[in-house]
């Protein structure tokens, strides 16, 4: 029955969303707001519909944070460049598309967010791991217990759960309230 297969996956949803860690959201936020006060870039990458939510987090941190405001955050997505990704895919290795972007762009104090359900998307990974080398703060969304990009991220913030789309849909429900949450910010 499709009623009862919806009730249930939304009752394990919220169940899910009622064990996120509130510290883990309050680093997150607090973590966004210091780049906006250095002020420095925000890089963000994901995989499939990592980079479908890492994109949708750009768009909305972009415009609907910084809209008529003197002080704009600039986030950048590195999922959305697709000649490139394929460019450095095709000659060089998928595992290198954020990267080899992140040489080109990263400076002190930037923050790199890896979005990885899995948590070991190895491009993902690499772009942390770089930015970790080269003076950038890192902060790692994960789910299924965090798998490597919890462990090598500077903070995270991890749903623990191993179902990819209820993972999905709360990392999109906390860029959603991060983004309602940070346009508060003056």
């Given at each position: 029955m499709p009623s009862s297969f919806l009730r249930n996956y939304l009752t394990e949803l919220t169940?899910?969303?009622?064990?996120?860690?509130?510290?883990?959201?309050i680093d997150f936020t607090t973590e966004l707001?210091?780049?906006?006060?250095?002020?420095?870039?925000?890089?963000?990458?994901?995989?499939?519909?990592?980079?479908?939510?890492?994109?949708?987090?750009?768009?909305d941190i972009n415009k609907e944070t910084s809209y008529r405001k003197d002080?704009?955050?600039?986030?950048?997505c590195l999922s959305d460049n697709i000649p490139t990704i394929l460019a450095y895919a095709n000659d060089v290795s998928y595992?290198?598309?954020?990267?080899e972007q992140l040489k080109n762009f990263l400076t002190k104090d930037d923050m790199v967010i890896g979005v990885s359900v899995s948590g070991n998307s190895r491009n993902v990974l690499k772009a942390i791991d770089y930015a970790n080398k080269n003076g950038g703060k890192t902060y790692g969304i994960c789910g299924c217990g965090g798998g490597e990009l919890?462990?090598?991220?500077q903070k995270s913030l991890t749903i623990d759960s191993n179902d990819m789309q209820k993972v999905e849909d709360l990392h999109m429900i906390i860029f959603h309230c991060t983004m309602k949450y940070l346009s508060l910010y003056k």
């Open positions: 169940a899910l969303f009622e064990n996120v860690s509130l510290n883990e959201f707001t210091e780049s906006l006060k250095r002020p420095s870039y925000i890089f963000i990458c994901g995989n499939g519909g990592s980079a479908s939510n890492a994109s949708h987090f750009a768009c002080k704009r955050f600039k986030l950048i595992d290198d598309v954020f990267v919890k462990n090598i991220s």
